[in-house]
């Protein structure tokens, strides 16, 4: 028995008709389409919230730790690099670890113009502390005090403009530069 071609066709054009106009499934493809550019900004809009985030923990860190040294507490006690570390890291509310991630400069100037905030980094493009001292000055000197913190960024390449050192890390910078109280 042969089917006319004329049945075979009429009869697969009505199917093709039916599966185009068939919806279901199409909200399930539309979000497969959208899922990939939808998640690398929601991850990394995350990325960036952590940074200003740490960057803002840190910055509240130094400011408290900067605090004995302008007044003459650190001077008068005989404070040391290890006990502004320990001032510092006891600031950050368990949420950055106080390992060797943490770089400190302290030193006194003569003229706040000369204070240089610049980031010091070596030809690798790590940072370069070799040069970091703990200077807190004297009675009503200039002290410039700034703090480094290499964060790991978290999503490798999403966040891979954001990184400022190799190894996908960003470097979190917090200065505070003052005259020193009349202790």
């Known amino acids: ?3 006319p071609f004329t049945i075979l066709t009429a009869r697969l ?31 990394g809009i995350l990325e960036i919230c952590l940074i200003f985030i740490m960057s803002t923990i840190l910055e509240h ?8 040294v302008r007044t003459g507490q ?8 290890v006990e502004f570390r320990r001032d510092v890291c006891n600031e950050f509310f368990d949420l950055l670890s106080c390992d060797n991630k943490l770089h400190i400069d302290v030193r006194s100037m003569s003229k706040f113009s000369s204070a240089d905030m610049s980031t010091p980094k070596d030809a690798d493009g ?7 001292i703990f200077s ?3 009675a009503n000197e ?15 390449v999403i966040s891979a403009p954001l990184a400022n050192l190799p190894n996908n890390r960003h470097l979190l910078q917090a200065n505070a530069v003052f005259r020193n109280e009349p202790f």
């Not at 790590?126 to 970091?132: I, K, R």
């Not at 964060?151 to 490798?156: D, Y």
């Open 1 to 3: 028995m042969t089917i």
């Open 13 to 43: 054009q009505g199917k093709v008709e039916a599966w185009l106009q068939d919806r279901k499934g199409a909200a399930a493809v539309e979000f497969a389409l959208v899922a990939i550019p939808f998640f690398f900004l929601i991850f």
């Open 61 to 68: 860190s130094v400011g408290e730790a900067a605090r004995k």
């Open 74 to 81: 650190a001077q008068k006690s005989g404070y040391t690099e």
């Open 126 to 132: 790590n940072l370069d502390d070799a040069g970091f």
């Open 136 to 138: 807190p000055g004297g």
């Open 142 to 156: 200039i002290v410039a005090v700034r703090v480094y913190y290499e964060w790991p960024l978290m999503t490798p």
